[in-house]
């Protein structure tokens, strides 16, 4: 295989190539890819086989503790299911001829139950991403989804009434820059997470929403909303529509002295992008309680697995 530097102008074979998958994972998100540190996306390559695309990265050097470091960590192969098995024999060479371990990354699980007992595979739930039934997010049907509803329903009586200065759910805009931020630090000064690593985890994550938003404004597949109350933003959601047909909300931050800003912004931002999507992606917890106690209150579906994917060599 032949590896390049990937460009953005790549990123148009990728979107073909997932448009004729049915891939539920984030991990070809450009957002995904260019934001996070980990990705180190200056040391990121490309291999284009016309049916399947390869990616391969080397860690960023911040990330001391990975068991790959140094080495190249390959993306799951974005190709069609009964290329599967062949790809990863093709992954497991290249890595033969570098003389390197193999290690792919965000295997899904459908992939694994493809390649069976070829490889080793190793779990780890904190990286799972939450699917949930766009049906379920934009109509909260029944008996669980109740609470929701009553948030929501005390939410909008509270602070949408119909007089100068109620609340407004709309779309984002460039001049709203400083206030999303200003959100985004006072949320970050009062977050309830005690994990000790979610420091470097939040600063990185600025630097995601920063590109994020220069991604709005320049691509229609992203998208942002604000909600806006008495001149101050209490509430900011950003996702996408990959081509494989996933609604994905990378970002969703709202202030909690405002009850049932988080119900609200899930429900209201679902109903204005993802009602014609196949899955909505909510992404990962990370192993943060917190995180993965407010993710499964809305009752997923299923999950996106991971798993990494080892040569048994």
């Known amino acids: 295989m032949q590896f390049r530097k990937i460009t953005d102008e790549d990123y148009t074979r990728i979107a073909f190539i997932q448009s ?3 891939y539920d994972g984030s991990e070809y998100s450009m957002l995904y890819l260019k934001g996070w540190d980990f ?12 049916d399947r695309i390869f990616l391969r990265f080397v860690p960023h050097d911040k990330f001391d503790e990975d068991i790959h470091k140094g080495k190249y960590i ?3 192969p974005l190709t069609s299911l009964d290329n599967v098995e062949e790809a990863y024999m093709q992954i497991e060479d290249q890595c033969r001829s570098d003389c390197e371990d193999m290690y792919v990354m965000s295997t899904p699980e459908n992939y694994v139950e493809i390649l069976k007992d070829k490889y080793r595979y190793i779990h780890n739930e904190d990286y799972d991403e939450y699917l949930y039934l766009p049906s379920d997010l934009i109509l909260l049907a029944g008996k669980k989804y109740h609470s929701k509803r009553n948030h929501i329903k005390n939410f909008v009586k509270q602070y949408l009434p119909d007089v100068e200065g109620g609340c407004k759910f709309r779309s984002y805009q460039p001049s709203d820059r400083n206030k999303v931020f200003a959100l985004i630090n006072g949320w970050e000064e009062h977050k309830e997470f005690n994990d000790e690593s979610y ?6 994550e600025i630097n995601v929403i920063k590109l994020a938003l220069k991604l709005v404004e320049q691509k229609e597949n992203y998208f942002a909303d604000v909600v806006e109350y008495e001149n101050k933003i209490i509430g900011f959601s950003l996702g996408e529509i990959t081509p494989s047909n996933v609604g994905i909300t990378h970002i969703e931050k709202g202030d909690v002295n405002y009850d049932g800003i988080y119900p609200y912004i899930c429900n209201t931002f679902a109903k204005k992008h993802f009602e014609n999507v196949r899955f909505i992606n909510r992404q990962e917890d990370m192993g943060l309680e917190g995180l993965r106690k407010s993710k499964r ?8 697995k991971k798993y990494a994917v080892k040569s048994r060599e």
């Open 20 to 22: 004729n998958t049915d």
């Open 39 to 50: 990705f180190n996306y200056k040391s990121m390559e490309i291999c284009d086989l016309g």
């Open 74 to 76: 390959y993306l799951p």
């Open 199 to 204: 420091d470097d985890m939040a600063s990185d």
């Open 297 to 304: 209150s809305f009752h997923p579906i299923g999950f996106c």
